[in-house]
């Protein structure tokens, strides 16, 4: 339950930080418009997207916080039942071993000293295999890397991976890696990173993959609030098969300033041939 608790509260901490980056953006940027004397339609235009972009990350917030509440709810009756197989079998084993024997002295981790750090691994038929790497350096509290491979014997899931350097199926870090991967610079799956974020699905201030948002978004579908690059793009310069935003280069347009295949701005031809050498 705790460390149920210390995940939900490091994703809760991550997106209020996306929150605030993204709505100190709008104000900046609502601010700045409003100083150049900025007509209506391009403050509308351009803080459509910088709004859409919140909206979308609280979307994106509520489906991932029910997800890991569905998640944990799934998989407990099938851990509570292994638990006790496990358990069942231990006691069989030994007259001495009762039922309120500690999990973590069922499991016989095989533990390797190096100069660098900790291995841990442990397999058998019901849980398979697991490996864990821990390293002696440590900074701010976290060590300095983190490894994880496979489940858990003692919680039976993937656990995640927590440090500075963060490598598994499931990280949390600095920089982190895995098939969910959350920290400042994400890289996995489903990325979730505040300067950078590299995945299928991905977020931060620049995000490439699939389906990215981001202050600059390049993917298949990107929301941009600076620049969008992709088959379906929004940002401020947004380019892509369908775009929307201020400055646009598109097959199908929408936004002030527009180049699409039904005509071209003067104002967006001469911004974006700025570009060509």
């Known amino acids: 339950m705790a460390l149920r608790r210390d995940r939900q509260t490091l994703f809760k901490l991550l997106f209020a930080a996306v929150f605030t980056t993204l709505l100190l953006v709008a104000v900046k940027t609502a601010r700045d418009l409003m100083l150049a004397g900025a007509p209506p339609l391009e403050v509308y235009a351009t803080l459509g997207p910088l709004f859409g972009n919140i909206f979308l990350a609280y979307l994106f917030y509520r489906f991932a916080l ?14 509570r039942a292994k638990r006790e197989v496990i358990d069942a079998r231990a006691a069989i084993q030994s007259q001495y071993v009762r039922h309120t024997t500690p999990r973590t002295l069922l499991f016989a981790y095989k533990v390797k000293e190096t100069p660098l750090g900790v291995w841990r691994d442990f397999s058998s038929v019901q849980t398979g295999f697991f490996v864990e790497f821990v390293s002696h350096k ?65 977020s931060g201030i620049l995000a490439i993959g699939q389906a990215t948002t981001g202050i600059v978004a390049i993917g298949q579908f990107a929301i941009g609030v600076a620049f969008g690059l992709g088959q379906i793009a929004t940002g401020f310069v947004a380019i892509g098969q369908g775009a929307a935003g201020v400055y646009v280069l598109a097959m199908i347009g929408g936004g002030v300033y527009v180049c699409d295949m039904f005509g071209c701005s003067a104002v967006a031809k001469q911004f974006f041939q700025a570009f060509i050498p």
Request: proline share 3%.
């Open 138 to 202: 440590r900074l701010f509290g976290l060590p300095l890397l983190h490894y994880t491979r496979g489940w858990c014997p003692e919680t039976e899931t993937a656990s995640w991976a927590l440090g500075v350097v963060a490598i598994g199926r499931k990280a949390a870090g600095v920089i982190a890696i895995g098939q969910i991967s959350v920290g400042v610079v994400a890289v996995g799956q489903l990325a979730i990173g505040v300067m950078f974020g590299l995945g299928q699905g991905a």
């Open 66 to 79: 029910a997800g890991l509440e569905r998640s944990h709810e799934h998989r407990a009756w099938l851990r």
